[in-house]
Each structure stands twice: as structure tokens, then as C-alpha cells.
């Protein structure tokens, strides 16, 4: 059976390498998608938003935002094309990003 | 070529060495994101989609052999073995890493190149014809002009906080192959009946949400006038430009409200007055400037070369690069060499590291080291031997970089979009690759005759979509991405900004639309008409007509 929950990710570049990072359960920074944090309820987000600007003070990322996101069987996927893009790589070079190093996530940008 | 002088090299290794400590203070995070932003921007570096790009420099579109060659190897080394050719001559690096930008930058400043002001509210990086220095028709080569407001604008302190970024484009040519009238000043050469050299000052043309065609402020200004002159249009600008609407700051948007005549009378009235600094540029120094592009020791040829003749005949692929790539030379017996990016199904103004290094060395070998970058995204090798062209071009084959399409309908401009540029709303590149499949036919494109198509990715027209005889600008349509078709935009003498035809259309359904419009040219054109000619002639209607009807 198929589940599915909407909510939305936090997501980042991180500040080093520019690399596309999700907030984590645990509060850490993942270069997954599926490993993000999917939260369902607005004060949660708020809480979510919260942890993005701490951790941009503290310097490890930069540019933290909120996007919506599906969790489908576990796997989670951005709903907005753009942030399928950042998710995975450059849709015309599938040689290039998260897509070929094996931290794309379970689905492909279009569709 | 120009050199660095010592001012020059001095003021870029030092700037590299700033960056250092600024990007190491924010890694420590002594400098807030706030705080560094404007700091990287000021040397090119942008965050994107999957992580920084750097825009590197390259002064108007001009490379020697050298420079290509460690543009190859910085992308070796930082990026991923390729590099994006910009509509502003420039590169771009897509994947690197804040903590080694430093490194690149002194990589860069080596080879007397740098990423300064190829961002932000200042006077950027000038742009140029691509043939400057080779063109036939050229009237002289206005590259030491462009290098005299080069070193002009570099760093001064008066204009380094614009009301918003500052374009200028620069031509030698009655042919404008540098949209100049579509920059905040175009320059355009021309020549007294006494043969001196004058310029005519355009203003207030651009691009980007409020396309516009710029007006010309003065019909010919005598050379020696050009920089006082052109700071009094800085003047004006920083003194009236808008600072509180960033969509309202350009300086077309001052011509437009106050008006064309009124501008000019503020221009006129600045200049007047003079400056405490007279910084008009004595002919001595003209001429130093103008020394570094004297033109390379041509050998005395014929214009005519049996061994190319030869290869035309008996070789049908050759001959077709030939007619559509190979441009006419002013020095008897050579021919410039335009090399498109642009292959079938590829990344418009993509190379690789290895194309680079080929480029590099055809430069070396076959054109007095010297290499260009032009705003439609190709490279030249502006002075080959017309003897050498069958070598070139069998060279320029094995590396996939023969593509015979220069100006043709799939020598597509197209940005970034939406696959790497974070400000994008729909992707340009998938539209421009399946495009350039569709129109592969090289003998069918040459028939269609010379054709702009222009993509880009969102409003702000890094893919000159305004100015294509078709341009293509992607939007975002409640999520999805859709396409606006505009007919009849040049970025010639004749220049023009395209009308939207109609509603736009889903990505899949452009290249058929595409299509239409060209066979609606084809069918409707009469003997020697362009594309643009015919569309003077009957209008948008027919092209409208077809395109809902069959779409
Ligand atoms: S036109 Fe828009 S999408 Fe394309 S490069 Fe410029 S800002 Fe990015």
C-alpha cells in the first residue's frame, strides 16, 4: 500500500562546498533527500525554520529554507521542479550531482 | 593582445589575496552570510542551485592560448572538467567549492585574468565584436577602446555603487555584431569625411524585464572625448538613477521616464561642466593601448587558396562548415574561424576541458595565439591561413567541435535556466537541445538562411530571448514550465525587441511551434528574403494563424 504525507523540508548549501544539504531527524545536515525531516504541522515547520537559522549562525550552511516536500513509502521528494533539480543535478547532465554519487533519493526530477 | 602592465597585475594579485582572508573569515565565521555576500559577489561568486559558480572575466571576449588552457585546467582541477560560455564573453564554473575560490583566483591571476566585476552594481566586463581585429567590413579594430574602459571602469571609485549593474558594448564594424543597442552605452565607430575616428554614444538599451532599445545621445564624438564623455553619462545615471525599485534602476529606465531629449540635454549639460580631473586620454597613450592589437604579421597571400578550393570540391561536409562557419578576413588569404558550441543536442556554449585544450592549441598553431568568445556563445579563431581551413577544421571534427551551423537555426543561444541558475523559472537548455535535434538538418538550415533563436530561462534575458528572431523565454506556470514564443527581435543595426505571438506552450510542444514558424517563413518568403524581412513584409498574423491552428 502506497502512503503518502505532505509537509514541508528544510533545505540549505552548505557553506563550505555550496552542496545541497536537508535537515535531519537528528538535527544534523544530510546531501540526501531521504533523509530529511518531513514535518506535517505548521508549528513544527516554525520549530523547523527555527533550527535553520541556528545552524545558519553557527556557519555550517547557508540559505536555509522551507520547501514542500511529499514522503511516499519513506522515499521523500520535493514537490516543486526547482527543488527536484537541487535534489538531484543538472536534469541535462545526468553524469553530474547527487544523481550519479548516490544521494539523489529515490526519484527523478521530472515526474 | 593587451599585456598586464605592473598597476594591473598588482591591484589583481591583491585582490586575491583579500578574498583569501574575507573567505576564510566567513568559514570561520567571523563574517556573517550578510556580510560576505556582497564581498563574493564582487569576484564572481554566485550560489547556485548545486553550488557556487564563478564567473570569470574575460575581457571583451579576447583569449590567448595560454589562458584557454588554464581556463581548461582550472576546470580540471575546481569544477568538472567543462566550463559555460556566456552571452556576456564570459565563463562560467558551476561547481565550486567557497574554500578553494582562492586558489582559483590566484590560478586566474596568473594568467593576468581575474572574476572582478563580473558581478554586482558596477560597470562590468566589456564587451566587443568577436571578429574585432579580423572582420572585413571592419572600419578599425575597437578593442583599445574597449581596453581604455576596461581600465577605466576597473575599480573606480565613483562607480562602484551604480544604482544597478552597467553594460557596455563596444563596435568597429557598420555591422553590429555586439548589440550595441542594446546596452546601457553602446559605442559604434564611424569615420569623418577627414578620416578621423569618432564614436556615436548610444544610451539606455537593454534587456531583461523592460526590454529597450538604447538612443543615441551624440551622433559622433571625436576619440580623444570618449572617457570624459562617457563619465558624464555616469554622472547623470548615479545622480538620477532610481535607487529604491531595483526593477526601475537600470539606466533605460531613466532615458524612458525623462525622456530621450531631456536626457540628452542632462548629459550635455554634465559634460560641460567638466570635471576637477581631466581624464581625457592623450594620443600618446591612445596609441600605447592601441599598440598591444596591432594586427598580427599576416603573410602576403592571395586571396584565393587552390588546396581549400580543392577540399571544397571533393569533400561535401567540408564545404558545408565552410559556407556556414568560415567568415571573410580583411587580410588577403585569411579567414576567420567560427567554432560552434552548439552540436546537435548539446549544451549551448558548454566545453570541456579537452575542447578547450583543442581550441587552445588550434589558436597556437594556426591563428597568432589568439582565440575569442562571442555573445551567441561560440568561439573563434579570428586569423587562420584560408590554406589551413581543411587542417582546422579535420582537427576541430575529432573533437566534436565542427558543427556547421554558425548563425543558423540551431546555433541556439540559450542561459543556464532552471538546471543551474537559482533565479530561473523554467529550464532553457532541455528546450534549446531538442530544438537543435529537430533542426540538425545542416543543408535544410542553410536554406532557412541566417535565423536567431534565443531561450531564456526567466524574465531577466541572460539568454537574449528579446532580440532572437524567435525568442523563447521560460516561465513558471503554477509549477509548470511554460514557454512564451516572441517573433521578430534583433540585436543588429536593425535592432528590435520581439512581440509575443501568443499563449505559450508546455516544453514538449516548442519544437513543433518552432517548426511552424519557420515553415510558415519558408512557404511565404519570396526569392532572397531573410526571415526577418519576411516578417516585416506580412507580418505576425500569418505566423499566428499557423501556430494556433496546427498546434
Ligand atoms: S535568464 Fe534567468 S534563468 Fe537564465 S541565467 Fe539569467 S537569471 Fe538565470
Redesign the interface.
Known sequence: MTTKELGKILTA?R??????VFLTRSAAWSERIDDAVLSIEPQSQAALQEKGELA????LV??AYLVEAERVNGYVRA????ER??TL?????ID??KQVEGTGGAFAARG | MYRYDEFDQQFVDQRVTQFREQADR????DL??DEFKPLRLMNGLY??????MLRVAIPYGTLSSRQLDRLAEISEKYD?NYGHFTTRQNIQYN?????ETADLLADLADVEMHAIQTSGNCIRNVTTDHWAGAAADELADPRPVAELIRQWSSLHPEFSFLPRKFKIAVTGAPADRAAVKVHDIGLRMHLSESGERGWEVIAGGGQGRTPMIGVTVREFLPEKELLPYLEAIMRVYNLHGRRDNKYKARIKILVHEIGADTFRDEVEAEYARGSEIDIAVSQRELDRIAAYFAPPQFEELPNWSPRNEEHKATNKEFAKWVRSNVAPHKQDGYAIVNISLKPEGG?PGDATADQMRTVADLGRRFSFDEIRVSHHQNLVLPHVRQEDLFDVWQILSAADLATANVGLASDIIACPG???CAL?TA?S??VA?SLSRRLADVERQQDIGPLRINISGCINACGHHHVGHIGILGLDKK?E?FYQITLGGSSSEDASIGKILGPGFAGEDVPDAIETIINTYVGLRQPDETFLSTLKRIGAQPFKEALYETV
Request: a positive charge; zero cysteines; glycine letters at 12%.
Open positions: 548549501n557553506l563550505s562546498d555550496g552542496e545541497v545558519e549562525a553557527g556557519n547557508t540559505g514537490t516543486h521542479i526547482r533539480i537541487r543535478g543538472p536534469t541535462v547532465r553530474l550531482g | 566567513r568559514l570561520r565565521g556573517t552570510e550560489l547556485q542551485l548545486h553550488a557556487y568538472r561547481w565550486i567549492k567557497l574554500e549544451i532552471l538546471d543551474y530561473a529550464r537548455i532541455p537541445q509549477g514550465e
